[in-house]
């Protein structure tokens, strides 16, 4: 049996037995008190990550529009209007605004305050996609901007640029 199907089946059991009238054991613990605590506490002491109170934080999508954006406060993080204790609910509430199908979500990396860890891969094929969109880009940009004017110093600029390499070779 999976943990969800366990979890479900416990569900059952609790919900099957909340109605029967079998004595109930008299040393149960009042738990009431402790989640306010918690919640207390937790809003009384801020991430020290998070910026400070007052900040709007905006997720942008790739061309630079503003996709979502939340509000840094006392009591937690304010998005759409409501206010959720922790980044992490604030990015699961504008995620599914969205339309992503997350389970979950990193608020940190969602909202762009910290960026995704990248598994290492091989060095010389990262050398390679570098090196092409580096070339791409000069190329680009020596076909539409070089004028008589400016053709010597990005002459120069290029000069640099491959010595700089070449230095980096050892």
Not at 125 to 130: D, G, I
Request: with cysteine; aromatic share 4%.
């Amino acid at each position: 049996m999976s943990k969800k199907q366990s979890e479900k089946a416990t569900k059952k059991r609790v919900k099957a037995n909340a109605g029967s009238t079998a004595k109930k054991s008299t040393r149960s613990k009042d738990t009431s008190v402790a989640p306010d605590a918690a919640r207390t506490a937790k809003a009384l002491a801020p991430d020290p990550r998070l910026p400070a109170q007052g900040t709007t934080i905006e997720k942008h999508d790739r061309h630079g529009a503003v996709r979502c954006k939340c509000t840094v406060e006392e009591g937690g993080i304010r998005y759409a209007g409501k206010v959720y204790t922790s980044l992490s609910g604030a990015a699961m509430a504008a995620a599914k605004d969205l339309d992503l199908k997350n389970k979950t979500q990193n608020g940190y990396i969602f909202w762009g305050l910290i960026k995704p860890p990248r598994p290492a891969s091989d060095p010389l094929v990262a050398l390679e996609r570098a090196w092409e969109r580096y070339r791409n880009r000069v190329e680009t940009l020596v076909k539409e901007g070089v004028t008589e004017e400016n053709r010597g110093k990005v002459a120069a600029a290029l000069g640099k640029h491959a010595h700089l390499i070449e230095k980096l070779g050892g």
